[in-house]
């Protein structure tokens, strides 16, 4: 079955398109996998980043899924470097749609169906059984009361509390783009900011988005070597 590794964003709520939220072929993991990260790209909304600190963002998002993806002991990661500087994968166009995001620092966005032929011609040069797209989002979830009419106010005033969330997806194809693995979960912080008519230290919630999704990826990792082990 094949898919896109699109994440688009409508509101708070973030959606894997066309596909259903999981998938797994467990006998595609009867032995270790050799995967290259090929697509990271990040979508931050409502915490007043800027393009700059967007990048960071992704930056981290890719550090993080390296890091805790290749942790599997039924994936093995090639060396990101040797796929960022692959003149195969400097050819492939970026050309992803807009809502997957900022991408990271040296990847792409793109459709796996795009460029069938030259990720297979990268398979060959990095000798891999296929590639790895992840999406992060980052937001906010915010609850508030109206307290103006405690103290007479002329207007309503809202006071409230901002919670940052993440959401990781991923998705893993074989050289001719069946999904091998497909997964997403979010996750959202206990600890946020104080917020008065809406206005609030948005950006102090940026430092907390490591930690989840880390927790996320690590998770499910966690999840598809249990689901591998069980068959």
Known sequence: MRTMAYVAAAGLTLVLVACASSQLNSSAFSKPRTLALVSVAATVSGLATGAAQDREIAADLARVSFNEIGHSRYI???PEAAVLRSKTYKAIKDEGPTFMGVVAPGYKRFSIDDEKTRLQAL???????????VQGAYGKK????????????????????????????????DVNGNVLWQDQLEKTS??????????????SLIPK??????????????KLETQVAAK
């Open 190 to 203: 206990d600890e946020g900011i104080t917020t008065v008519m809406g206005v609030g230290a948005y950006k």
């Open 209 to 222: 988005f490591t930690d989840l999704m880390k927790a996320a990826s690590r998770e499910l990792v966690a």
């Open 123 to 133: 398979a060959k040069e990095l000798k891999v059984d296929g590639f790895v797209f």
């Open 142 to 173: 915010d609850s508030g009361v109206g307290i103006g009419g405690l103290f007479n106010a002329p207007i309503p005033i809202t006071a409230g509390r901002s919670k940052p969330y993440a959401l990781f997806a991923v998705v893993a194809y």
């Open 76 to 78: 093995r990661l090639v």
